[in-house]
């Protein structure tokens, strides 16, 4: 087969607004590396990181929400998820479904043809278990908003299933991240777990994996989103803020403490989640769409006998058992809207605007 030489990809040329990505008709397709595969892309799904990554949010002077618009206060030393400055062009976009159509020096050539998913953790190959030696795909290295695009062999899972492309590009980022706070917090069939956000591309991750092992689940969420995440196996739903967090509890599942917060919003609405923790209960996050700087009593930390855990770089074994999950059909797509590529502005202002359950991918 003659591959392509040129392609269509969404190419952020710096941090800032959404201007800062543009659509580009005669991109070269990257070439594999010796450990490499080239991956035609089917569908990739969008992510927080892209918008975080974009605006320079990561920024430790950036202090407020996610907006998805550019911050003034961006200090060029910490713009991305790393600490560290990236380089520009760049193509993001992590959650790639699609086909293996060439392969490296170093690797095996029968998996041309294989149908995968991507693993967004970057790792040294002989170590792998660092965490310092990570990045992540579309932020360190290009990634799936496009036509092509190349990753170590060993971040192409081969799935099989009969999910299409953009439902299995639904899952990687957010799944395995829910997955990871999950692990972190060593929730069981004996938890409660309060779910923040649990309308979104890792909440409804969160909600379906924590029923997985056998957990109640509480989500909160905007009202309007109440029905499609009790849909996903929620036992009760609650408003992002409840007035009184610990009564609307009682009233929704007849007690007023969890067990567990699984939180990737942060925010206002902080202090509120942790006071409802049980005494020995573990807090674990992920995220802080609604802000990174927080109010904690210590008291409530130490009297209570808290523990708190956060969750980003993961072991590559949870990458595997979402695969396995979803060949087995254990978690299924929450798939809001599928955009044509070169719709990328209006896919991820929709992604923002967070009208929609779920996930929003796009197609090349
Ligand atoms: N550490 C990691 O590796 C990692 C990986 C993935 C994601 N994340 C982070 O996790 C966070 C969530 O990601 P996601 O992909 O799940 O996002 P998402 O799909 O955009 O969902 C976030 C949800 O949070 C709720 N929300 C948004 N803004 C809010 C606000 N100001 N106050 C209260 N609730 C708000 C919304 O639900 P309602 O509208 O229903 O209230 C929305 O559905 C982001 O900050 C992302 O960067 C981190």
Known sequence: MTLATIMNAIVLTGHGGMDKLEYRTNYPVPTPGDTDVLIKVGACGMNNTDVNTRSGWYSKGVTEATTGDGYDTVDSDDPSWGGAPISFPRIQGADVCGEIVAVGSDVDSSLIGERVI????????????????????????????????????????????????????????????????????????????????????????????????????????????????????????????PNNLSSALKQCIGQSTVTVVADIVGGKAFSAIIDVLSRGGRYTCSGAIAGPIVDLDLRTLYLRDLTFTGSTVLPPSIFKDIISYIERGEIKPVLSATYPLEKFHEAQAAFIEKKHTGNIVVTP
Not at 134 to 161: C, K, L, M, P, W
Not at 216 to 241: F, I, T, Y
């Open 118 to 241: 991507t693993d967004g953790w970057l790792r040294d190959w002989n170590d792998p278990m660092n965490k310092d030696k990570t990045g992540y795909f579309g932020s360190e290295r290009d990634g799936g908003y496009a036509q092509y695009t190349v990753t170590d062999y060993r971040n192409a899972g081969i799935i099989h299933s009969e999910l299409t492309d953009a439902e299995l590009a639904t899952f990687s980022c957010s799944y395995t991240t829910a997955e990871g706070m999950l692990a972190r917090a060593n929730v069981n069939a004996d938890d409660v777990v309060l779910v923040t956000g649990a309308s979104g591309g890792v909440g409804s991750a969160l909600v379906q994996l924590a029923k997985r092992r056998g957990a109640k689940v509480v989500g909160m969420a905007s009202d309007e989103k109440h029905e499609s995440v009790l849909a996903l196996g929620a036992d009760a739903m609650l408003p992002r803020s």
